[in-house]
């Protein structure tokens, strides 16, 4: 398995973002009596200082393949200038050797580990449990425990409003969405996506399409679009449905950060992601001052981890009013998204009219909502394959 390492990189480097930065306290020497001998041995010592805690992260995808993986590792850096703990990380880390990286980074000083994808949820609590003198915080953790810190994100919020400005954007009411299975909360994304839609038109249909590797998803375009699909929706840890997207002219929906290259899409309407260098500071921010406790958190709208973009070039006139006029209303929970009467894709009513459904019930959905098309078959070949190279860290 090929692996890469990054060191903290320097402070100095400037960021956009506007995050508050701290410093940790330096310690003292006592072997000089003079006032300018204890400002050397200070200054020695914190220089020598081995860091507070030190944050090792663990990636199912690689940090250059512009995706999901990509963001994560962005942030993390966004967040480390900031604080002085330190970090590093593994990729490409399938399941099955999820402990054997836990063990790498332990033995290289790690005091934190940070599972960065969702395929490691079912793991991690069996893993921990034999590293009780670590911390860890899990991205998609189900439940908090003694030494697992549980984070989750609402990405159905934003899936929302990206069916909403998609069927806005439609001339065909047949809506595509591209999934990979590994992604958080898909099918309550899937369904929050269908709902979004059925604003515009009440006989909308989503079609969706399971796919994970690029050659995958570009077989699950074709497929959607000659389902008469005009609008697609991208849900993957690949960039890649925007990609094959735009060199087809079709309009898409991205799901990562495209910051400043979004104009290279000319058939971009919006896009959605999760910004995280906030709670990652946080985090650090804890684990400097000693008093980091296992928690449970879900990023949304609300709390600004999830972030939709403004209407771009491709979108019709009057998306970018649909978006100031949602985002706030479902951000401050006046716009519940499953709510009133729901029915399955079987005709059977689920949620009954006036009912508001707990996050909890969202969270444990296992049901389409009706006007969900899952007709398709999964476009997914095989499971993904790694080389069997032993984990190495290479700094």
């Known amino acids: 398995m090929s692996t890469r390492w990054l060191k903290r990189i320097a402070a100095a480097l400037a960021l956009c973002t506007a995050l508050a930065s701290f410093t940790a306290c330096s310690g003292s020497d006592s072997s000089s009596g003079t006032a300018e001998g204890t400002a050397e041995g200070t200054a020695q010592a914190s220089e020598e200082a081995e860091p507070v805690a030190k944050l090792g992260f663990i990636y199912k995808g690689s940090v250059d393949d512009g995706g999901f993986t990509a963001d994560c590792n962005k942030q ?28 790498l980074l332990v033995e290289d000083g790690c005091t934190h580990i940070v599972a960065g994808s969702p395929v490691y949820a079912n793991v991690i609590n069996s893993v921990s449990k034999n590293y009780m003198n670590i911390s860890f915080i899990g991205y998609g953790a189900g439940a908090r425990t003694v030494n697992v810190y549980a984070y989750t994100e609402g990405v159905y919020q934003a899936a929302y409003v990206a069916g909403m400005a998609a069927a806005y954007n439609s001339d065909t009411e047949k809506i595509g969405m591209v999934v990979d299975p590994s992604m958080l909360y898909t099918l309550q994304s899937i369904n929050a996506a269908a709902l979004g839609t059925q604003i515009v038109y009440s006989t909308a249909d989503l079609v969706t399409a399971w796919a994970s590797t690029d050659r995958e998803i570009r077989k699950a375009v074709d497929a959607l679009a000659l389902k008469g699909c005009d609008v697609i929706i991208s849900y993957t840890e690949s960039p890649e449905v925007v990609n094959y997207c735009s060199s087809k002219g079709i309009k898409v929906i991205g799901n990562i950060d495209y910051g400043s290259n979004y104009a290279d899409y000319d058939s971009m309407i919006l896009y959605f992601y999760s910004s995280r260098d906030s709670f990652f500071l946080s985090q650090y921010k804890a684990m400097q001052m000693g008093d980091w406790e296992t928690s449970s958190y879900m990023g949304t709208l609300g709390n600004g981890v999830l972030c939709i973009s403004d209407a771009l070039s491709a979108a019709k006139d009057g998306t970018q009013d649909i978006i100031n006029a949602l985002v706030p209303k479902v951000a401050s929970g006046a716009a519940p998204i499953f709510m009133g009467q729901l029915k399955d894709t079987q005709d059977t009513i689920r949620l009954r009219e006036g009912a508001v459904m707990s996050t909890s019930d969202v969270l444990a959905m296992d049901w389409y909502v009706l006007g969900v098309d899952n007709s398709l078959d999964s476009f997914i070949e095989s499971k993904a394959t790694f080389e069997e190279i032993p984990l190495e860290i290479e700094h």
């Open 76 to 103: 993390r850096l966004a967040a480390e200038q900031y604080s002085d703990v330190e970090s590093e990380y593994i990729e490409n880390v399938p399941v099955s050797e999820f402990e054997k990286a836990v063990k």
